[in-house]
Structures are given as structure tokens and as C-alpha cells.
């Protein structure tokens, strides 16, 4: 079945219009047992029947110029799968079909209205990239000015809910470019670039920009103001309205109330808040901090109602409660910036991700639908409402929902970093390596040379098939060279040799590496742990309880002064067991599950845990469940990971866990 709303009208006794026609081609894409629907069917009818959807992307129909946002829509009871074998009708599908009629019908009567929630369309002759502004003012320092005017901008015609505006992450990686226009619309899926620049010089500002037709290289539009610099948001809206006008681009009461608004009064707290936006580079996050969290607290000290700055200021420090220092102190300073966020801002888009983001790391996973509901609601255009509803749509398993949103922020964030890395993280999740390998080259040639991410990269084929050869390969562009500098380096080669079971190398890195050691991406307290399971299985057992002893005493006096977080109950865990203390092990272990946001990582840990405290039986039901059951973690529960990594060295070599390797459908793609 295929399903369309449009015009309908009879003709010589025959139903014909637009309706019909796409229908009908709808049809030819509806697998059996499924129904094909157009964008704004789809629109009108998600969340509000449950059911499974995958995006088909925009198909080329026959008749029809432009191609058509296709998306197959079935019953929660039945299974997408990857390949176009018929599935069986099911009963419950009726109730669907009724629905999407329901709406078909009430939306082509007279008393048709728009659906609160949408995506926006893919359509070819309303879609923009906005390139990076040029910096033309005399102080070349002022480059944060121009990117911030530019990122504003790219926001406000992002939140016009008939245009696709890609974003951000995505553009920036085209300043100073070499490309045409026509190159870069091709890489972008674009038919117009808009090409700006801002000169600041004292108290006035000039903004210029132009928009282009890629096809034809032809100029569409283009507008200069010269204004104070106190006029800098009237600049920026008055661009946005007039570029959705040469898109012949109509906004909605909401969204000419989003471009009136003024993010604070006070210019100096502005002009600070740019600054901290700019130093997020991806470089070292322990040093951007120490920049960036001191201006933005200066500029909310000028203005204690810049929403956006405790917003930016409560990313900063979730930030560092995730990748630096998981701890309870870190977090409520997150907290408290983004309670001040949402008193002034509870729509802000800004503010909802955060929100979001604090939901996800307390496992609060009864207020996440509402929020990621409201910002698909508010904010369909942004590559970042999309990624929230992949990420939840995962966390409830909800997985054809989960990838059709990953890839729609795909659409929106061609090559944005973390919008790759997020889809990357889904296919691995699921063992969809075929799809993970050419993700995880998208994600490399996206971002700025990084071994860390390289590296991770060339881990893929190894999670595939066990093939090293990729790795290798990183690891010889990035060889480890006295002084040891480049930390991020250490990381790769000590995670390889970790993987790779190489223990007793592992151990003469340690040494070499003396106080620049490091072994997690992230700066985590595993430094000492993988250090310890080295020591032990190259029968340096003294070393490593002085090791492990040292690890249970920094772990024990953090929680003499604060609550514990899963990830330092489940290192305290594994900590114990290396030390074969059972009863503490167990102990730490279960409270690290009492924990909201326990993951299938940590469980992988504690799994570990059970294997080194010789609980050989129990640790192998819990792989066997693991690798079964979506998520998957590569490093738990991966058969070619697993055979090697040194955490596991317990249960290497017993033919059980070997049975368990050997079977294919431990390394299929899930769920099944």
C-alpha cells in the first residue's frame, strides 16, 4: 500500500490528482506487509501509533522531477529486516492502516491543519549550507566575532521549518576552502550556499552576504548592513528573514518570534560568551575548560538572565563529569548552571539537549520521551533533536527507529563529528559492520587528524572479521617516539596492546612512559587498572596489588566525601576482584548496579570481575546473554576483541568460552 496526501478530485468518473499519482508510486516501494507513506503522511501519524519506521531516503519516482522522502511504515509485532524478504500481514497492522487513513482524510478536508510535530521536508529547491563568515575586520582576533554572527545565523534559518539547513559542524569544515560552489552543494546535498562576512571596527559592525544557486552558479541575492554594533541581533534576523524570502520561504508566528528575540541586553557578556563558544576546538577538554568556563561565568555574573551562557556553561561541565571527572561535584555544578538555564530558557534548544543529556547520564529514563519529543516538536530542522530521538529510540530498543533518526541527523550534519560518531556508535551497537566500515571512514575524513579517532576507526575491521591490518597501519603513522608527547599516542598503542593481549609489552610502556602515562580516551581512574591486569598476567603479582592497593584507596576516599557514581563502584568492583577480595568485589558490584545510569559497559567489567575471581560459570552466562542481547559492547562481548583482551585473560583458553567465539551468531548483527 502506498499513502499520500494531496489534491483529489474526480474526472470522467475517476479519482485522479496528486494524491493519487504519488500514491501509486508509493506503492512500488512498499515491501510486503508494510505501508509506503510520504513525508507528511509520516509526520502526521508518528507518535501517535505505535510502530516501526525506517526512512527509505529520497527516492526518484517515476513522473516526478524532484525525488520524494520515502518511509515504510509496520506493526510494532512485526521485524524490519535488512534485506527485502516478505514479511507476514500481520492482524495489528489493520489498526495502522486505519490510522494513516484517518489522517489522510483529516488533513485533506476542509478543516486541514498542520501536525505540531514535523520533519521538514528534503526538498532540493529549499535547502542551504551557509558557508563560514570571513572575518574582514582589521584585528584579525575578532575571527570568534564573525563565527559567532555566522553560527547564529545558520541557527535562526534552522529553526524555518521549511528549509533543510545543514549544520554547523558540518560547514565549518569548508573555511578557507579551494571547492566550488557546485562541489561543495554536491558534498552537502544542497542547491544553495549562502557566502557572508562580518568587519567589526570599534562600534559598528558590517555584515554582508550572498546567496547562490549552485546548479547555475548564479547569484540570487545578496545584501550589506552597516549598522552600530548594539544592532548586531537585528542583523542577524533581518539576514534570516531576508534569505527565507528569496527561498520564498513563509515563517510561522513561533518563528518570527524565535528571530525577535534577543539572547541578553548586554554586549560585553555577549562578546564574552562568543569567546567561550570558540575555544571548543576538540582539543585537550582539561585545558579548553580551564578558558572557557571562566568567561562564561564572567559573562553570567554581567547578565544572570543569558540563558544561552548557563546553557553553554552546563555543557562544559557535563562535559567534564563524562570524559574527565565523574564525579558528584563535577555534576552538580552542571546541575546548578543548567537549573538557572531552564528557569530562564525551558524551550531553548539549547537547554532542552542539556536537559536531555542530564536525563541520560542519571538513567532518568521516564522524563527523556517528553523532552526529546518537545525538541522534534520545536526544533525538526536541527541535526541535534534528531540524534536525541536516535539516542533514546536506542535506549528504549527501538532500533528501526533508532537508525531511520540517526540517519535523518545524517541528512541534516552530512560531516559533523559528533553526529557521525553517534551514528557510527549505533552500527556498532548493533554489530552492523557493514555499515559501521564506511562510517567510520566518513567520520575520519570529516574531522581534524586525531590517532585517538583513527584509531577507533581502523577498530572496526578488527570487530568485523579480527583483521589488524588497519590497525597496524595507524599505529605505524603514529609511532611512539621519546619523549613520549603526544598522550594521545600513548593511548592508542597502550589500548592495542591491552586488546591484543601483549601484556608484558604493555607493561615496558608503563615504564618507559613514567609520568605521562595514559591509558583511557578519556582520563579515567583505569589507568592503574589495566596496568594491574598486565602485571598479573605477566606474573608480576606484587607489583600489581601495590597498584590495585593504591587505585582502592583513591576510590575510597572519594567516597568518604561523596556519593559514588556507577563508573567508580564498578572500578572499586573490578579493583577488589583483581585483589581477590569476593565479598567486596560483589559488594561494590552491586551497588555500582543500584546506579541509574549503569550500562552494558559496566556490566562487561563486572562480568570480567567474576571470571578473575575464578566464577568461571557465572561469567560465561552473562557473555552468552550479552552477546545476544542489543546494545552490544565491542569490548565486552565482541568475539575477535574477546579473544585476546587481557581482562578477559581468565577465561582464555577454557573451550567453553572458545565454543562461544566459534559461533557465528555471536558476531551477527542484531536484533535478530
Known sequence: MGIHVGDVFREGGDVVGEGVNLAARLEGQALPGTVAVSQTVHDAVRGKVAMHVESLGPRALKNLVEPVPVWLLAPVSARLPSTRKAWRKQTGWLLLAAAAAAAVLWLSGPWARKPAVSVPP??????????????LSDDRANAYFADGVHEDLLASLANFSALRVISRTSVMQYRGTKKTVRQIAAELGVAYILEGSVRRAGSKVRVSGQLIKAAVDEQVWARTYDRELSDIFAVQSDLAREIAGALRTALSPREESLLDARPTANLEAYDLYLRARSIRTGASLKDEMAKAVPLLEQAVRLDPSFAAAWAELANWQFSAYAMLEPTAARFRAGDEALARARELAPNSLAVLAETQRRAFFRGDRASSPPIV???????????????????????????????????????????????LAGVLGLYLALRRYDEANPAALSLVASAPPSPIREYRSACVPYWTNGSATAVAKVLERYPLIDPLENRDVTVIHAQWLFSSGQAHELVKLWERAGPRWRFSFTGARFERIAVAVALLVDHQEERARTLLSHEREAVQQSLAHEAGTRSQYANLAITEALLGHADAARAAAAL????????????????????WLGNKDEALRELAVAMQKAPVNTIGSNVHELRHNLIFHPLQGDPRFEALLNDPANNAPLPR
Open 373 to 419: 519529543r518537545r525538541m522534534i516538536e520545536l526544533y525538526p530542522g536541527r541535526a541535534e533533536s534528531h540524534l536525541a530521538a536516535a539516542l533514546l529510540a536506542q535506549d528504549e530498543h527501538n532500533w528501526i527507529e533508532a537508525l531511520a533518526e540517526a540517519r535523518l541527523a545524517q541528512q541534516l550534519d552530512p560531516r559533523g563529528v559528533d553526529t
Open 592 to 611: 555500582a548496579r543500584t546506579r541509574p545510569d549503569f550500562n552494558y559497559a559496566d556490566n562487561s567489567l563486572l562480568t570480567a570481575g567474576e571470571a
Open 122 to 135: 528534503l526538498k532540493d529547491e529549499r535547502s542551504v549550507a551557509v558557508l563560514p563568515f570571513e572575518n
